[in-house]
């Protein structure tokens, strides 16, 4: 008979790719994950994977039980859910990722609160772009995803993911405080010609979602020469008088000496998500929404009331109307 857990990590080999992935997304050494797939590997009397540069491939075979590895994980998930569901417990892990600027304003007091009033909850946090933890949530390796959507670039959400909204906030332009747009009391758009950025790495949102807006204000000679995902490491740039950046109003510390932060006009505008799976509502998952919605009332100056259940973003929804 074939072993729950060794389907259990063939499924995450599967949808990951490789021996490395899986071992970190399971929290085991890669040689166990490399031992498991041996064994399964013998149960079934043939070849599941072969490698393929540094990751693996699936056979045929491997892909024929991937299918049913896939649906193995997904009812032990459900089984998960709805047996918290009905003990209405908010204990156990509670596996979060997170855009950083979210990260650092609202989810260090949301899980002090939760596991203050729920002792037995274990939160695990990883912070990261949208795109890459959303198949995570998808996968079943995150119970949430707390997510940015800039009304200019919605983000892509899978079909079936749900979304929270918490905040809808505007971003400021900031500039050295001598610099020669310093003075203005809102900056057009279509005047920011010839400036060095800074933005989170290449290949990410925040970064394409900054080169979407300056190419639809026909400003052309875009170049980012500071790659950083923390927006306090990009205002200390700023202040260096090295580069401009584009930073949500969650993101400005109360004091940044040396940066000027200027409105823009037209208004850019993003929108702050939990973003959860229908499988993942459980009591866990929802006092996590909860929370996080209590802690962007206390914060945020661009608030939305919590919501009275989940829904899209906004920037997302109006893309599809």
């Known amino acids: 008979m074939v072993s729950w857990e060794r389907m259990r990590v063939f499924d995450a080999v599967a949808r990951l790719g490789s021996v490395r992935a899986a071992s970190e997304a399971l929290h085991v050494t890669g040689p166990a994950v490399s031992q498991h797939l ?12 072969e490698r393929d540069g540094r990751g693996i491939r699936l ?33 156990g892990p509670l596996r979060v990722g997170a855009v950083a600027s979210a990260l650092r304003s609202l989810l260090p007091q949301t899980l002090l609160a939760l596991t203050e009033s729920y002792p037995r909850l274990e939160p695990e946090v990883q912070d990261g772009e949208a795109s890459d933890l959303l198949p995570d949530l998808e996968a079943g390796w995150l119970d949430a995803v707390v997510m940015e959507s800039w009304t200019h ?6 079909p079936g993911v749900l979304t929270h909204p918490l905040v809808r906030e505007n971003a400021l332009l900031a500039v050295h405080e001598r610099h020669p747009l310093a003075h203005l009391s809102e900056v057009p758009l279509n005047s920011l010609h010839g400036l060095v950025w800074t933005s989170c790495p290449a290949g990410s949102d925040t970064h394409q979602a ?3 807006l300056l190419r639809r204000h026909a400003v052309t000679d875009i170049r980012v020469r500071y790659c950083v995902a923390d927006y306090s490491t990009q205002l200390q740039l ?30 850019v505008t993003r929108t ?20 996080m919605a209590r802690a962007a009332h206390g914060t945020a100056p661009g608030h939305l009331p919590p919501p009275a259940g989940p ?11």
Not at 153 to 158: F, G, K, S, T
Not at 238 to 257: E, F, I, N, S
Not at 272 to 289: D, E, G, H, K
Request: aromatic share 2%.
């Open 38 to 49: 041996r064994r399964l590997e013998r149960e079934v009397g043939c070849a599941l994977v």
């Open 59 to 91: 056979t045929h075979a491997g892909r024929v039980l991937a299918a049913s590895a896939n649906r193995m994980a997904e009812t032990a998930s459900q089984a998960d859910s709805d047996l918290a569901a009905i003990s209405g417990l908010v204990a």
């Open 153 to 158: 670039a919605p983000a892509r959400v899978p």
């Open 210 to 212: 900054l080169v979407e």
């Open 238 to 267: 700023v202040a260096a008088g090295l580069t401009t950046a584009l930073v949500p109003r969650m993101a400005v510390p109360a004091h940044h000496p040396g940066v000027r932060l200027i409105p823009c006009r037209p208004a």
């Open 272 to 291: 702050v998500c939990v973003a959860t799976a229908p499988r993942s509502q459980t009591p866990a998952v929802q006092a996590f929404i909860a929370g």
């Open 311 to 321: 829904w899209r973003c906004p920037d997302e929804e109006s893309t599809r109307n």
